[in-house]
């Protein structure tokens, strides 16, 4: 089990860009997907991009185009690069880990805030 700590978040204005960092305490090569999930006042918590140990990586169609998420085994951190920000991505995000193909997201961090003024 490795603990996930946020950093990057901060106010921006809308059209302006963040870069999100997620620091694994252990190694993260051998985690079979790491993600971004955000969570918005009175909403839902939804899911904004995953990237599989293989490479393979997924977003919510609300940001394709805009960010990016990798990962660097080397330095245990994975990256959300936030271009273009919008108001409606005003939100608390946070960092998971999916350590197998047999587990769901179970272990995450204490999130960071993004807000986004217009």
């Known amino acids: 089990q490795v603990q996930l700590v946020e950093s990057g978040g901060g106010l921006v204005q809308a059209g302006g860009s963040l870069r999100l960092s997620c620091a694994a305490s252990g190694s993260i090569g051998s985690i079979f997907q790491m993600g971004w999930y955000r969570q918005a006042p009175g909403k839902q918590r939804e899911l904004v991009a995953t990237i599989f140990s293989a490479g393979a990586i997924n977003y919510a169609d609300s940001v394709k185009g805009r960010f990016t998420i990798s990962r660097d085994n080397a330095k245990n951190t994975v990256y959300l690069q936030m271009n273009s920000l919008k108001p409606e991505d005003t939100a608390v995000y946070y960092c998971?880990?999916?350590?197998?193909?047999?587990?769901?997201?179970?272990?995450w961090g204490q999130g960071t805030q993004v807000t986004v003024s217009s």
């Open positions: 998971a880990a999916r350590p197998s193909v047999w587990r769901s997201f179970d272990q």
